[in-house]
């Protein structure tokens, strides 16, 4: 991450964007032009724009443009440092917003937050903390990643379990992982349990990464503790390599063959996008979704990401820029943009909205994820100066862990060291 931001500030010429020079319709003419940066690309980028285009006619003032940077954030990054940056911008990978955030980049909202009549309890529980650097507001979300326990009611049934009551706590989660793993003499043939993301994996197992100042603690009992509990899970499922080789052998993330679909893969913690791809590659599958299992809340746990939004520091239309950003928190904004993209709103209010839990199977199951979002504990990493190195260092000790080349506590302790030494640097102690 050092490396790339020195390439950032050295960078002497702003990358072209595709779209910039388009002529603007006959309505923008008298408005005052709101650019947006965005990584969005094909039927994603078209629900963006559709989006803007409801901007535009909710008033006259303003006419929001978008640019796509094409999942390219170094052209975000070389853009704000040599001056010249859109209004509004939106990172592909969120943990870079600490990073500007720590070098000034951004304009900080508190105080256009307070005066615009939001209120933090209108925002899903911790939808504004993810928003936040170095104690101050750095942007506002716009959709959310939630992530919930899906599983499979058909091998549920197979195993003797319940299908309608899924696993509470974390002890539960181990035996039920158990009770459904299959192992043929040395061979991984199904997995109890799995998730993709080791930072989600361990956020959800109780993890808690940073201490007060955004001070990183990978070396506190709950990540040491959460790192034993993965561990466990893999041990229980024949280990590390096994999982590595049994994954090898299907296809791809969205593909009818991918293990949860063919009933290879019994829990799967995942995102909300998870219905729709279920109701295309495995429309006739029986499975459910609930809260991940949480000792400390009855209600359950999850993990949240999702698509943030800042206001550029040097944005020529900082006014503009920040009618489009508190626009985006209306429900009307919110729907509009969370069906076609299967996103979860980060208003409490749309998230209850019919619209978006009825219409099909489909429907009705992202309503149950939407139901997680309003009632789960939530847990997150927030962005930090450290954000990217911490997600590399959390991939890298969870490796070392599953494999048995170091113990749960020494890959911690040994990432923290790491992490410690560049938080320090970051903060010139």
């Not at 590659?281 to 949480?294: E, H, I, L, R, W």
Request: charged share 20%; with cysteine; aromatic share 10%.
């Amino acid at each position: 991450m050092k490396t790339a931001w020195k390439t950032c500030l050295l960078a002497p010429l702003l990358l072209a964007i595709a779209g910039c020079g388009d002529s603007l319709p006959p309505e923008a003419e008298g408005r005052s032009i709101v650019h947006v940066w965005s990584g969005w690309t094909g039927d994603p980028e078209a629900a963006f724009e559709r989006t803007l285009q409801l901007f535009n006619h909710s008033q006259s003032e303003y006419w929001a443009v978008n640019a796509s940077t094409i999942e390219d954030d170094s052209r975000i990054m070389r853009a704000l440092t040599a001056g010249t940056p859109p209004d509004v911008f939106f990172f592909w990978e969120p943990s870079l917003l600490g990073v500007v955030a720590s070098h000034g980049c951004v304009e900080p909202l508190d105080e256009r937050f307070e005066a615009s009549g939001l209120k933090r309890e209108e925002f899903v529980d911790g939808a504004l903390e993810l928003c936040t650097a170095n104690g101050q507001l750095v942007a506002l979300p716009l959709l959310l990643d939630v992530f919930a326990l899906f599983y499979d009611k058909q091998l549920f049934r197979e195993a003797g379990l319940d299908p309608d009551k899924p696993p509470k706590t974390t002890e539960e989660l181990l035996e039920y992982t158990k009770a459904l793993t299959r192992i043929e003499g040395n061979q991984l043939r199904r997995m109890g349990y799995f998730i993709d993301y080791p930072d989600v994996a361990l956020g959800l197992l109780g993890a808690r990464f940073y201490g007060p100042d955004d001070r990183p603690q990978f070396d506190n009992p709950s990540c040491v503790h959460a790192l034993e509990l993965i561990v466990r899970l893999h041990e229980i499922q024949g280990g590390g390599q096994e999982i590595d080789a049994f994954r090898a052998g299907f296809g791809e993330y969205t593909s009818p063959s991918h293990q949860f679909f063919v009933h290879k893969i019994a829990m799967y913690a995942v995102g909300q996008w998870w219905p729709e791809l279920t109701e295309r590659y495995a429309p006739n599958m029986d499975y459910a979704v609930a809260p991940f299992p949480c000792d400390s809340n009855p209600d359950g746990i999850s993990f949240m990401g999702g698509n943030f939004m800042s206001l550029a520091r040097g944005a020529k239309n900082p006014e503009g820029g920040w009618a489009f950003m508190r626009w985006a928190q209306t429900v009307d904004a919110q729907l509009a943009f969370a069906k076609p993209m299967n996103s979860m709103p980060n208003i409490r209010e749309a998230l209850e909205a019919p619209e978006l839990r009825s219409g099909g199977k489909l429907w009705v199951k992202f309503g149950e994820v939407a139901d997680v979002a309003l009632t789960a504990k939530m847990t997150y990493i927030r962005p930090t100066s450290i954000s990217a190195q911490y997600l590399n260092e959390i991939k890298n000790a969870t490796q070392f862990a599953v494999r048995g080349t170091k113990s749960p506590e020494e890959a911690c302790k040994d990432a923290q060291a790491r992490l410690l030494k560049a938080w320090e640097h970051m903060r010139g102690l």
